[in-house]
């Protein structure tokens, strides 16, 4: 997966409210050597192989089934829910959505290059975890499972831009 690199957040990206706010976050991109709206990368993200698995055990745990077809009306801004998460906030090249814990968000962004027969698209996808007041001393932490679970969530976000980036290469 050379072709999925960590990065800083850009500079107008939604997640750095979520920085300011103590939150956890990360940034992953990729680059495609052609034009690709941000609809067609969050219609190919949330309908790939991989992310189907997670749809299937947000159906099974938490009861938040969902469709490819509505992951198409998410992408072309038809609908502001989507399986586990709503949206909270959208742009003509990016949208950040929170799960309904309020716990963690997911942000993509597609932000085009060049022109002609040099026309890129940049691909960045990133998930922010915020931290909740602990019980007796107040303080604000991420918890144990996150510290825990963040070498796979690393893992397993490069894992969905890489089948993203794939899926709209075809």
């Known amino acids: 997966m050379r072709a999925i690199t960590a990065c800083p957040l850009p500079e107008v990206a939604f997640l750095h409210a979520e920085l300011q706010r103590g939150a956890y976050a990360d940034c992953y991109t990729?680059?495609?050597?052609?034009?690709?709206s941000q609809a067609q990368f969050v219609e190919a993200f949330y309908t790939t192989a991989l992310f189907a698995v997670e749809r299937r055990l947000l159906q099974w745990f938490v009861a938040k089934p969902s469709t490819d077809m509505q992951a198409r009306e998410l992408a072309q801004g038809a609908t502001d829910a989507f399986a586990a998460w709503v949206v909270a906030k959208r742009a003509p090249d990016q949208i950040l959505l929170a799960d309904f814990t309020g716990r963690t968000m997911s942000w993509l962004m597609a932000a085009a290059s060049g022109t002609g027969s040099a026309a890129r698209t940049r691909l960045y996808?990133?998930?922010?975890?915020?931290?909740?007041?602990?019980?007796?001393?107040?303080?604000?932490?991420?918890?144990?499972?996150f510290r825990l679970l963040l070498g796979f969530h690393k893992l397993y976000s490069r894992s969905l831009l890489y089948a993203a980036r794939s899926r709209l290469e075809k």
């Open 30 to 36: 990729t680059e495609i050597a052609r034009p690709v």
């Open 125 to 145: 996808f990133g998930s922010a975890v915020l931290p909740a007041r602990r019980a007796g001393s107040g303080r604000l932490t991420l918890g144990l499972g």
